[in-house]
Protein backbone atom coordinates (compact mmCIF):
# COMPACT_ATOMS: atom_id res chain seq x y z
CA UNK A 1 0.00 0.00 0.00
CA UNK A 2 1.11 3.51 -1.10
CA UNK A 3 1.69 5.79 2.26
CA UNK A 4 2.92 8.93 3.42
CA UNK A 5 3.04 9.69 7.40
CA UNK A 6 4.37 12.93 8.01
CA UNK A 7 5.60 13.87 11.99
CA UNK A 8 7.22 16.39 13.25
CA UNK A 9 4.85 19.62 13.87
CA UNK A 10 4.18 21.14 17.15
CA UNK A 11 3.55 24.20 19.30
CA UNK A 12 6.41 26.74 18.67
CA UNK A 13 7.32 30.19 19.55
CA UNK A 14 7.27 33.22 16.50
CA UNK A 15 11.30 33.31 15.81
CA UNK A 16 11.21 29.32 16.31
CA UNK A 17 12.52 26.18 14.45
CA UNK A 18 10.84 22.96 13.18
CA UNK A 19 11.84 19.86 11.34
CA UNK A 20 9.06 18.10 9.57
CA UNK A 21 9.51 14.76 8.28
CA UNK A 22 7.51 12.40 5.84
CA UNK A 23 8.28 8.81 5.70
CA UNK A 24 6.96 6.52 2.61
CA UNK A 25 6.41 3.30 1.97
CA UNK A 26 4.86 1.17 -0.97
CA UNK A 27 6.01 2.55 -3.87
CA UNK A 28 10.28 3.54 -5.23
CA UNK A 29 10.85 6.80 -3.73
CA UNK A 30 14.02 7.44 -5.08
CA UNK A 31 12.12 8.47 -8.71
CA UNK A 32 9.06 10.46 -7.30
CA UNK A 33 9.53 14.19 -7.07
CA UNK A 34 8.22 15.42 -3.82
CA UNK A 35 6.30 18.42 -2.25
CA UNK A 36 5.04 20.17 1.05
CA UNK A 37 1.51 21.76 0.46
CA UNK A 38 0.11 23.89 3.33
CA UNK A 39 -3.45 24.20 4.46
CA UNK A 40 -4.16 27.21 7.41
CA UNK A 41 -6.95 27.21 9.35
CA UNK A 42 -10.46 28.54 7.82
CA UNK A 43 -7.62 29.30 4.56
CA UNK A 44 -7.11 26.76 1.19
CA UNK A 45 -4.62 24.81 0.21
CA UNK A 46 -1.53 26.48 -0.26
CA UNK A 47 2.22 25.08 -2.10
CA UNK A 48 5.03 25.40 -0.14
CA UNK A 49 7.93 23.12 -1.79
CA UNK A 50 9.29 21.22 -3.99
CA UNK A 51 12.17 18.70 -4.31
CA UNK A 52 13.44 16.66 -7.35
CA UNK A 53 14.16 12.84 -7.35
CA UNK A 54 17.76 13.52 -7.22
CA UNK A 55 17.82 16.54 -4.81
CA UNK A 56 19.19 19.29 -7.44
CA UNK A 57 16.20 21.23 -8.12
CA UNK A 58 14.38 23.02 -5.01
CA UNK A 59 11.77 25.15 -5.66
CA UNK A 60 9.46 27.66 -2.95
CA UNK A 61 6.71 29.31 -2.70
CA UNK A 62 7.96 33.35 -1.96
CA UNK A 63 6.71 33.48 1.49
CA UNK A 64 9.03 30.92 3.02
CA UNK A 65 12.27 31.67 0.79
CA UNK A 66 15.10 31.87 2.95
CA UNK A 67 13.68 30.64 6.03
CA UNK A 68 12.65 27.03 5.60
CA UNK A 69 14.37 24.52 3.17
CA UNK A 70 13.24 21.28 1.42
CA UNK A 71 15.46 17.92 1.43
CA UNK A 72 15.32 14.37 0.91
CA UNK A 73 17.14 10.93 2.26
CA UNK A 74 16.49 8.31 -0.34
CA UNK A 75 17.80 6.08 1.56
CA UNK A 76 15.38 6.79 4.38
CA UNK A 77 12.52 7.22 2.20
CA UNK A 78 12.18 10.35 4.04
CA UNK A 79 11.65 13.78 2.86
CA UNK A 80 11.83 17.25 5.23
CA UNK A 81 11.20 20.73 5.99
CA UNK A 82 13.05 22.25 7.74
CA UNK A 83 11.05 25.37 8.72
CA UNK A 84 13.17 28.04 10.88
CA UNK A 85 12.16 31.77 11.50
CA UNK A 86 8.53 30.82 11.97
CA UNK A 87 5.83 33.43 12.32
CA UNK A 88 2.49 33.65 12.77
CA UNK A 89 1.13 33.21 9.37
CA UNK A 90 2.74 29.89 9.46
CA UNK A 91 0.46 28.33 11.32
CA UNK A 92 -0.96 25.36 9.65
CA UNK A 93 -1.67 21.81 8.35
CA UNK A 94 1.51 20.63 6.20
CA UNK A 95 0.89 17.66 3.93
CA UNK A 96 3.34 15.80 2.05
CA UNK A 97 2.36 14.76 -1.38
CA UNK A 98 3.92 12.71 -4.03
CA UNK A 99 4.08 14.19 -7.81
CA UNK A 100 2.52 11.75 -10.08
CA UNK A 101 5.18 10.34 -12.09
CA UNK A 102 4.70 11.02 -16.00
CA UNK A 103 2.47 14.56 -15.48
CA UNK A 104 5.40 16.92 -14.38
CA UNK A 105 3.13 18.33 -11.36
CA UNK A 106 0.04 17.10 -10.49
CA UNK A 107 -0.12 15.34 -6.77
CA UNK A 108 -1.27 12.18 -6.88
CA UNK A 109 -0.39 10.75 -2.79
CA UNK A 110 -0.98 13.02 -0.14
CA UNK A 111 -0.19 12.08 3.48
CA UNK A 112 -2.63 12.63 6.49
CA UNK A 113 -0.93 15.94 7.88
CA UNK A 114 1.11 17.15 10.88
CA UNK A 115 -0.06 20.66 12.88
CA UNK A 116 2.37 23.27 13.05
CA UNK A 117 1.21 26.05 15.26
CA UNK A 118 3.37 29.32 16.00
CA UNK A 119 2.25 30.97 18.86
CA UNK A 120 3.80 32.63 21.90
CA UNK B 1 2.59 34.49 -10.74
CA UNK B 2 -0.26 32.93 -12.06
CA UNK B 3 -3.09 33.11 -10.15
CA UNK B 4 -6.17 31.02 -9.85
CA UNK B 5 -9.83 32.23 -9.64
CA UNK B 6 -12.55 29.24 -9.29
CA UNK B 7 -16.32 30.46 -8.77
CA UNK B 8 -18.64 30.42 -7.27
CA UNK B 9 -16.83 30.41 -3.88
CA UNK B 10 -20.15 28.56 -2.59
CA UNK B 11 -22.38 26.16 -4.22
CA UNK B 12 -25.88 24.74 -2.60
CA UNK B 13 -26.85 21.35 -4.35
CA UNK B 14 -29.07 18.56 -3.89
CA UNK B 15 -28.01 14.81 -4.13
CA UNK B 16 -28.28 13.93 -7.73
CA UNK B 17 -27.82 17.37 -8.78
CA UNK B 18 -25.43 18.49 -11.53
CA UNK B 19 -22.47 20.90 -10.60
CA UNK B 20 -20.13 22.56 -12.58
CA UNK B 21 -17.32 24.07 -10.76
CA UNK B 22 -14.98 27.39 -12.95
CA UNK B 23 -11.17 27.80 -12.64
CA UNK B 24 -9.59 30.61 -14.22
CA UNK B 25 -5.86 30.91 -15.05
CA UNK B 26 -4.20 34.54 -14.95
CA UNK B 27 -2.04 33.55 -18.17
CA UNK B 28 -2.46 30.70 -20.26
CA UNK B 29 -1.45 27.11 -19.05
CA UNK B 30 -2.49 24.78 -21.87
CA UNK B 31 -3.40 22.39 -19.87
CA UNK B 32 -1.29 21.45 -16.85
CA UNK B 33 -4.07 21.58 -14.25
CA UNK B 34 -5.49 19.41 -11.86
CA UNK B 35 -8.39 18.76 -9.55
CA UNK B 36 -8.70 18.13 -5.80
CA UNK B 37 -11.43 17.26 -3.10
CA UNK B 38 -10.59 18.12 0.00
CA UNK B 39 -12.57 17.05 3.49
CA UNK B 40 -12.32 18.79 6.77
CA UNK B 41 -9.49 16.57 8.40
CA UNK B 42 -9.05 14.41 5.71
CA UNK B 43 -5.92 14.70 3.35
CA UNK B 44 -6.61 16.25 -0.24
CA UNK B 45 -7.82 13.84 -3.01
CA UNK B 46 -6.82 13.50 -6.49
CA UNK B 47 -9.39 13.97 -9.03
CA UNK B 48 -8.20 14.85 -12.36
CA UNK B 49 -4.59 15.64 -14.41
CA UNK B 50 -4.14 17.69 -17.45
CA UNK B 51 -7.50 19.08 -17.48
CA UNK B 52 -9.67 16.20 -18.37
CA UNK B 53 -7.83 12.65 -17.27
CA UNK B 54 -9.87 11.00 -14.58
CA UNK B 55 -7.24 9.25 -12.06
CA UNK B 56 -7.38 6.06 -11.29
CA UNK B 57 -10.39 4.81 -9.04
CA UNK B 58 -12.57 8.30 -9.59
CA UNK B 59 -15.73 7.70 -9.73
CA UNK B 60 -16.88 8.59 -13.52
CA UNK B 61 -19.66 11.41 -12.46
CA UNK B 62 -16.29 13.52 -12.24
CA UNK B 63 -15.30 14.91 -15.45
CA UNK B 64 -12.82 18.00 -16.60
CA UNK B 65 -12.51 20.15 -19.06
CA UNK B 66 -11.02 23.14 -20.76
CA UNK B 67 -7.64 24.53 -21.96
CA UNK B 68 -5.92 27.74 -21.96
CA UNK B 69 -7.45 29.91 -19.34
CA UNK B 70 -10.81 28.48 -18.39
CA UNK B 71 -11.57 25.22 -16.87
CA UNK B 72 -14.21 23.42 -15.69
CA UNK B 73 -14.73 20.31 -13.02
CA UNK B 74 -18.62 18.57 -13.25
CA UNK B 75 -19.91 16.37 -11.31
CA UNK B 76 -22.87 14.74 -13.35
CA UNK B 77 -25.27 13.93 -10.57
CA UNK B 78 -23.89 14.89 -7.12
CA UNK B 79 -23.29 11.57 -4.09
CA UNK B 80 -23.52 11.97 -0.62
CA UNK B 81 -20.07 11.89 -0.43
CA UNK B 82 -19.07 14.48 -2.91
CA UNK B 83 -20.01 17.15 -0.41
CA UNK B 84 -16.50 19.08 0.21
CA UNK B 85 -14.43 21.69 -0.82
CA UNK B 86 -12.62 21.53 -4.57
CA UNK B 87 -9.62 23.14 -5.37
CA UNK B 88 -7.85 23.95 -8.92
CA UNK B 89 -3.89 23.58 -9.40
CA UNK B 90 -1.92 25.10 -12.07
CA UNK B 91 1.77 23.42 -12.58
CA UNK B 92 2.82 24.64 -15.34
CA UNK B 93 5.14 27.23 -13.58
CA UNK B 94 5.08 25.98 -10.19
CA UNK B 95 2.26 25.15 -8.02
CA UNK B 96 -0.94 27.36 -7.50
CA UNK B 97 -3.95 26.33 -6.29
CA UNK B 98 -7.23 28.01 -6.53
CA UNK B 99 -9.04 29.47 -3.39
CA UNK B 100 -11.77 26.45 -3.18
CA UNK B 101 -15.51 25.92 -4.07
CA UNK B 102 -17.00 24.52 -1.57
CA UNK B 103 -19.61 22.35 -1.96
CA UNK B 104 -22.77 21.79 0.16
CA UNK B 105 -26.13 20.52 0.72
CA UNK B 106 -28.69 22.84 -0.26
Known amino acids: EVQLVESGGGLVQPGGSLRLSCVVS????????MSWVRQAPGKGLEWVAS????????NYVDSVKGRFTISRDNARNSVYLQMSSLRAEDTAVYYC?????????????WGQGTTVTVSS | DIQMTQSPSTLSASVGDRVTITCRAS??????LAWYQKKPGKAPKFLIY???NLESGVPSRFSGSGSGTEFTLTISSLQPDDFATYYC????????FGQGTNVEIK
Open chain 2, 50 to 52: RAS
Open chain 1, 97 to 109: ARVKQGDAGSMDV
Open chain 1, 26 to 33: GFSFSNYY
Open chain 1, 51 to 58: LKQDGSER
Open chain 2, 89 to 96: QQYITYWT
Open chain 2, 27 to 32: QNINNW
